[in-house]
């Protein structure tokens, strides 16, 4: 694997059990950043709406390089912890994971929180397909409706994801796209010679 590439999963992939009449349910996805986690979450809350948790954990590779979990109302430590030490035990990047229970009245405590949760999300990820990817780098744009075309051209031919998130249509447009990082420099100029040709374009590489 070359330098600054990482690994992550090719798509969803669940894995389920019971435990004292608990059932856990854990799903792990691809995602390159929070929109895209969220927007997982939300998709998973609507699919179990009657759970009675949702601990979920994403990293990504940046950058910066981010992490973030929560117990999302288990005792602290007992369950977005241990989502994202699975995360990490594989050293996977570009994803998240959401562990969804329905409390089935036993309580198992700490421990066996801890155990619950971690190995559901281990279990999931042992059942999903690694992939090599590489750092992403945000391209926010603002742009006259004229100039969107030949931008959507040049972001296309760097490999950047130019559907999500959805750009804004008003008086002008607006968005973000996610680029190859390797690619940023390559583009620069093109988005400078857009720029000089625009009646209105502002990018920011971040």
Not at 19 to 29: L, P, Q, T
Not at 109 to 138: C, D, F, H, Q, W
Not at 169 to 191: D, M, N, Q, W
Request: proline fraction near 5%; charge should be positive.
């Amino acid at each position: 694997m070359e330098k600054d590439q990482y690994f992550s999963v090719r798509t969803s992939t669940c894995f389920e059990t019971t435990i004292k009449r608990s059932r856990f349910i854990a799903c792990v996805e691809p995602a390159s950043n929070r929109f895209e986690a969220e927007l997982f979450l939300k998709g998973i809350a609507m699919k179990y709406p009657k759970a009675n948790h949702y601990c979920w954990a994403y990293r990504f590779a940046g950058p910066p390089e981010t992490e973030y979990s929560t117990d999302a109302g288990e005792p602290s430590g007992t369950a977005g912890r241990p989502i994202l030490g699975a995360l990490k035990k594989f050293s996977l990047f570009g994803v998240a994971a959401v562990v969804i229970r329905y409390y089935g009245g036993i309580k198992l405590g700490v421990r066996g929180l801890i155990a619950a949760y971690g190995e559901a999300v281990t279990r999931a990820i042992e059942n999903a397909e690694l992939v090599i990817k590489e750092p992403m780098s945000t391209i926010s744009f603002n742009c006259s409706y004229e100039i969107f075309s030949p931008l959507n051209e040049i972001l296309s031919r760097s490999g950047a994801d130019v559907s999500s998130p959805n750009p804004v249509f008003s008086e002008t447009i607006s968005g973000e796209v996610y680029v190859p990082k390797r690619h940023c420099a390559s583009i620069s100029k093109e988005l400078l010679d857009l720029k000089a040709r625009a009646r209105l374009f502002k990018y920011q590489i971040f």
